[in-house]
Structure formats: C-alpha cells, structure tokens
C-alpha cells in the first residue's frame, strides 16, 4: 500500500514539475515561434465557432421512452452441450478463429441444468406485440415479460428468424406504451443515440453513446449475410440483447444484438439491427409465422483497390460477382461472372455486403434493375427476384495426380485435371493449382483451387493460362473456384495477381 500511495506522489510531482515548466517564461536563449500557418486563427481574431456545444441530458428522453422497454426472462430447455452464450454467434464453426471474441448478450446456463436466461424486447403495439431477438427465446420453455410497473405476462412466441436474429413475442394485455419507429437511413457517425435494456438482470438500465459507423460487415457465417450492423460504443452487456437503440428524436433506430469481446462483457464494439430490416421481418412472422426473401443467384465478393484498378473502375465500390448459378434469375437477365454490380433499383453498393440486403428485401416475382460494370463501360439488366431458398450441403473430392508447370510471373504452379478428376470436383474448369507462393500467396490463392478463367477469358489448357499471363502486363485477373466448408460447396471467387 505504501509503495502504491508513494508512486502516484511521485507522478503527481512531475505532473506539477510538467505543468509549470509549460507554463515558465521562455529564456532569452530559447529558439524562437514558428510563424502562425496561413489559416490559423490570428492573435486578437474572432474565435473559431464549436462544432459540437455541451453534452445533451437524456432524462426527458428515458422517461418518455423508457415504460416500452421490457425484460424478457426464459426457461430453457436442458441441452447436452452449453452451445449458446460461447464461441461465434456469426459461425457453427467451433474452429473459427472469431470464436474468441463475438459473444450473444443473453445471460446463459453454463451447465444442462435449465437455467434462466435474460434479455430484453421492446413494445412494438398497443395489443402487446413485442420486438426481441431470435437468440434470446430460442430453445426456450417458457418466456416471461416483465413490465417497468413490474407487471409480468407469459409471452408466446408467434415467431422467429435466425438469418436476421429477429423474434416476434405476444403478450395478452391492452393500451400498452409503444416506441416510435425510427429511419436507420438518417444515421450519421457520430450521433448520439441510448440503449435500454436489463444487463446482468438490472432492468431498464440506460446507457449512451454515439454511431460509430454504419452499414457494418461483421465476419462469419452466412446466418447474418443479410443484416448491416449499425456498430456503436454505447455500453451494451449480457442481458441487453433484444433491447432497443433509440436516436435523440426518441425513436427506435435499432435492436441491441451483439458485441465484440474477448471477455463476453462490454469491450466499446456493439453492434445493432437496422430497425427497418427488423420491423419487416416483424411484419412477415405477424402474417405467415415465417420470413420470405428473395434471390437472384450470384455469389459476389469485395471489390478491392487492385480488382478496381484492373476492371477499369474509378475507384473500388459495387460488388463482384465472382458466380451465377446456372439458370438463375441472373443468369436469365444477362449476368456474368467478373461483372460489377452498382446498384439495385437505383440504390448504389459501396460494399458488397450491402447486397444480400438490397435483394432480400424485395418480394419475389418482382423485378429490379441492376446497374453492372462490364467492359469499362455501365449497362442495365432487369432481373425478376426469386425465392431464397437453404442450399443443400455438397460433398468434398479432389484429385493430387500428374505434373505440375511453373509460372514464375504469379509464383504459381498448375496442371490440368483428368476427364476423372473434373468430374469429382463438379467443375468445367480444367487448370488445378498444386503450389502458390511469391505474388499469388500474397493474393490469397491456394492449392486445390481451380483456374477457370483469366482476364475475363475461360482457361481451358496450361498453354491458355501461360498466355494469358504473358499479355497481361502488371496483373492478372483469375476467376477460380474453391471449396469453401462454411458454405457447404464449392465456391467461386475472383483474384488480382500482380505479376513479378
């Protein structure tokens, strides 16, 4: 204790030796002040006008808000394994390497005992319908709401839905307060906006912060392709998933889902749905019990700086298609694999992740217009939406047999593949990587993969490759095909190179 006490004395008095030594006249010796620069303010001028004026109070917001806010208590079922509450809420992967940091905020049993988990949900009607997510009444017996003026009501779930982690839950009761419903679309950076929520069961807890970003792609699984986070550093903890994120209007803007942690507690990074993508998730389970989404059949990746380059793109933005399902909408209406797309209906893609979003929220049979990069040039295809629907699981088989051929401008080795082999990798390519190193491993490619085109051209010999990336100057642009576990297939997906 006497060293603790001893060392903050003496880093108070450097503190203080600090201080006024910058504080101190200059001696005459000293080097003299840099000229003012050109647009500094000048000695005697007006001061410059704040961009941001004092702290705002939220007291007049929680009070009128905060009776909609409700705690959802759940009895689960007993499960062999503790699955939910650990590891990767975004991946079934227990191997993925993000296992260690994402973490649901819903308290759960660590043991088969059934335990109680908590949540929070928030008032969406008058007649007792009730917004929460998906993780926070799964699995679950039964589920208890829990009003601010402590009156408690058995909730039944009408329904929910894992893709979006959206629950819908109705109680029996009437002339319940209601939130506002805001627009997720008006979200700056920087904004302040509330939680409120029961963390670790102390109900209608109000935390604050601001929008640390929006649109946000958080890695993983394919279960949240269809949802761009709202990210926050409001603090957020077990208990507070479900719970509403309210902008300073009072509205409903977002639902608290999930967090960044390595600790499974508050960590700066918290993550929520856009309440648009939510409230019609919500309006589908009121009507049918189940959510609906469309499709047109690509598998699409980021479009990078060097992709861009290479496409003839002004700068990287749109997504890439790196494959069209074989008799898909988009396939119908024009699509093509290395096509960018730029936007849907009008609605322009900075990232690809904004993609799966714009798509599934049109109806099915309905058209929509794609605007693509082809060529260095625009054009627009009309696509008519299908049904989404779960892919079935493919097998894994590959083939290691014959000689490999050393292009040294990719640092890459490659042979063709047997009628045989083609066949039991399902592929129509016909170049299989055996080695990558130098500039393709810096690309990302690896063995196994196929090469089933370059620069925009199908690849159908050793000759065709090694010509193709002779006369591509500065890089090469593949189109390869791989398998992908997560995903249950194979994959396709497109590489820049740059050549040695």
């Not at 030796?17 to 500094?40: I, K, V, Y």
């Not at 950076?189 to 929008?211: D, L, R, Y």
């Not at 993983?220 to 509403?244: E, L, R």
């Not at 009008?346 to 904004?354: D, N, T």
Request: net charge neutral.
């Amino acid at each position: 204790m006497s060293t603790y006490v001893a060392s903050h004395r003496l880093v108070g008095i450097v503190l203080m030796t600090t201080l006024m030594s910058a504080c101190a006249p200059q001696s005459s010796t000293a080097a003299p002040a840099a000229a003012p620069a050109a647009d500094s303010p000048q000695p005697g001028g007006p001061p410059a006008t704040p961009l941001v004026r004092g702290l705002p109070d939220f007291a007049g917001l929680v009070e009128q808000v905060g009776p909609a806010v409700v705690n959802v208590t759940v009895i689960e079922k007993r499960q062999r394994t503790p699955q939910r509450g650990f590891g990767n809420p975004f991946s079934d992967d227990n191997n993925d390497p993000f296992g260690d940091f994402f973490r649901r905020f819903q308290d759960q049993p660590r043991d088969n005992t059934p335990e109680e988990g908590v949540g929070s949900g928030f008032i969406v009607s008058s007649d007792g319908y009730i917004l929460t997510n998906t993780h926070v009444v799964d699995n679950a017996t039964r589920v208890t709401v829990r009003l601010t003026d402590r009156r408690e009501f058995q909730a039944k779930v009408i329904g929910s839905d894992d893709k979006s982690d959206v629950a819908l839950l109705k109680i029996e009761a009437k002339n319940l307060p209601t939130v506002k419903i805001g627009d997720p679309s008006r979200l700056r950076p920087g904004e302040w906006v509330v939680a409120i929520g029961s963390p670790f069961n102390f109900q209608n807890s109000v935390t604050a912060g601001i929008v640390s970003a929006i649109g946000r792609e958080v890695r993983g699984g394919s279960a949240y392709n269809y949802v761009n986070f709202i990210q926050t550093d409001v603090a957020v903890n077990p208990g507070n998933s479900g719970g509403p994120l309210f902008n300073m209007s009072g509205e409903v803007v977002g639902i608290n889902s999930q967090i960044y942690s390595n600790t499974g507690s508050y960590a700066g990074l918290s993550f929520a749905i856009p309440i648009d993508i939510a409230n019609n998730v919500r309006v589908q389970l009121a009507a049918t019990g189940h959510v609906t989404r469309g499709r047109i059949g690509v598998s699409i990746q980021q479009v990078t700086a060097a992709l861009a380059e290479s496409f003839g793109l002004d700068r990287p933005r749109g997504a890439a298609v790196s494959s069209v399902d074989g008799g898909g909408p988009a396939d119908k209406a024009g699509v093509k694999p290395e096509d960018i797309i730029l936007s849907v209906n009008g609605h322009k893609i900075e990232q690809s992740s904004e993609l799966p979003a714009l798509i599934a929220g049109i109806r099915p049979g309905a058209s929509a217009d794609l605007e693509i990069w082809r060529g260095k040039g625009t054009k627009h295809l009309n696509v008519v939406i299908e049904e989404l629907k779960d892919k079935a699981s493919v097998a894994r088989t590959g083939g290691n047999s014959g000689s490999s051929d050393k292009l040294d401008a990719l640092g890459l080795s490659v042979r063709e593949l047997s009628a045989a082999e083609k066949s039991q990798l399902h592929t129509g390519g016909s170049v299989v990587i055996t080695d990558a190193d130098g500039p393709s491993a810096e690309a990302g490619l690896r063995t196994g993969e196929v090469i089933l085109g370059a620069n925009r051209k199908s690849i159908g010999s050793v000759a065709e490759l090694r010509d193709a990336v002779r006369d591509a100057g500065r890089s090469v642009v593949l189109l390869v095909q791989t398998y992908d576990p997560a995903q249950g297939g194979s994959q396709q997906r497109i590489v820049t190179v740059q050549t040695q």
